[in-house]
T-cell receptor
Framework: GIQVEQSPPDLILQEGANSTLRCNFS?????LQWFHQNPWGQLINLFY???GTKQNGRLSATTVATERYSLLYISSSQTTDSGVYFC???????????FGKGTTLSVSS | DAGITQSPRHKVTETGTPVTLRCHQT?????MYWYRQDPGHGLRLIHY???????DKGEVSDGYSVSRSKTEDFLLTLESATSSQTSVYFC????????????FGEGSWLTVV
């Protein structure tokens, strides 16, 4: 099946710093989504981005489908950005999302 | 808010007992999913449903069964709980008409002792 790899596994930042999270996937996809899991366990959908670039406030995402990767940019990080960021892509059958193992982000003040 | 409610939110049970987790949605979404989350594994798909009485297995379906008799409810059953099924279980919904964007419930913490 399709493989999803995220890097780095862990990231520690000072408040105000910028960061880039990467998601590589092993096959062409029609559906790619980014999620944030906050320290209380809640999973929030950040972007649906099978291709192209989207921005939402301090967050933006770019997917280059032909090269099988996606990037999540976090600018001017805040402590509330801490948590785990997951990338997920649709399986071959188009019936469900397959998740990477996530990047754990810790932002300190 | 995608209108997803999971119950129970926390449960401790003994090995060998049956357990049912319920996912209830209020917005008539077609697709519903059960994932489990474990350290080092991320989120893994257990079962999913694409309509009433239409379900299929995910990558970690052994030891689990599901039922969907109504659009709004998707039940996950552990017929005989084992310690390896101690996990956090997330229900999710998606709607093909909106690009299959997925929204998650708040999770159910299950401990099997």
């Amino acid at each position: 099946g399709i493989q999803v790899e995220q890097s780095p596994p862990d990231l520690i930042l000072q408040e105000g710093a910028n960061s880039t999270l990467r998601c590589n996937f092993s096959d062409s996809v029609n559906n790619l989504q980014w999620f944030h899991q906050n320290p209380w366990g809640q999973l929030i959908n950040l972007f649906y981005i099978p291709s192209g670039t989207k921005q939402n406030g301090r967050l933006s995402a770019t997917t280059v489908a032909t090269e099988r990767y996606s990037l999540l940019y976090i600018s001017s990080s805040q402590t509330t950005d801490s948590g785990v960021y997951f990338c997920a892509v649709e399986n071959q059958a188009g019936t469900a999302l397959i998740f990477g193992k996530g990047t754990t982000l810790s932002v300190s003040s | 808010d995608a209108g997803i409610t999971q119950s129970p939110r926390h449960k401790v049970t003994e090995t060998g007992t049956p357990v049912t987790l319920r996912c209830h949605q209020t917005e008539n979404h077609r697709y519903m999913y059960w994932y489990r989350q474990d350290p080092g594994h991320g989120l893994r798909l257990i079962h999913y449903s694409y309509g009433v009485k239409d379900t299929d297995k995910g990558e970690v379906s052994d030891g689990y069964s599901v039922s969907r008799s109504k659009t709004e409810d998707f039940l996950l059953t552990l017929e005989s709980a084992t310690s390896s099924q101690t996990s956090v279980y997330f229900c999710a919904i998606s709607e093909p008409s909106s690009g299959n964007t997925i929204y998650f419930g708040e999770g159910s913490w299950l401990t099997v002792v």
